[in-house]
């Protein structure tokens, strides 16, 4: 019943993580071939990568108050306003994650990775600050622990971590 049981030799099924990253290699591709002009994967920087990660806020589902919201700051606000939908923080820095292995995995050199880049670095670094200040809830970086839940833990954190 398993989906890498078949019988004509095809490869096993992808991992979730796998298919994400296969996934989103293919969207980052597609959005480079739909610049005007296209913009080919060896002339890919730092600059695309920031575009792309602003033209997916289109399809946020985090709401983000502004600075002049009445909400902003509440961590959990009583009524709907108009501020924006955004791309949450945590899904843009896992995001990167996989786009930064994919293109090493793509033959891409890794001193030359725009997903690497320290400009996405403090773009992520200014996303996760700003929804948090309009959240009102400070980012506190979490501890490693290696006590409860490693199972747990191994599986909602498919993010690499730039320090």
Known sequence: MSEGSSSSGATPA???????KRRDWNT????????RPPVALS?????????FLRYLDQFGKTKVHVEGCMF???PEPPAPCT???RQAWGSLDALIGRLRAAYEENGGSP?????ASGAIRVYLREVRECQAKARGIPYKKKKKTASKGNEESSSTSSTI???
């Open 161 to 163: 971590h730039f320090s």
């Open 28 to 35: 980052f591709g597609q959005y480079l071939k739909n610049q």
């Open 14 to 20: 992808l991992s979730r993580y796998e298919s994400q």
């Open 72 to 74: 902003y700051g509440q």
């Open 111 to 115: 001193e030359t990775n725009p997903f």
């Open 43 to 51: 002339q890919c920087n730092c600059g695309h990568v920031l575009e």
């Open 83 to 85: 501020c924006p939908l």
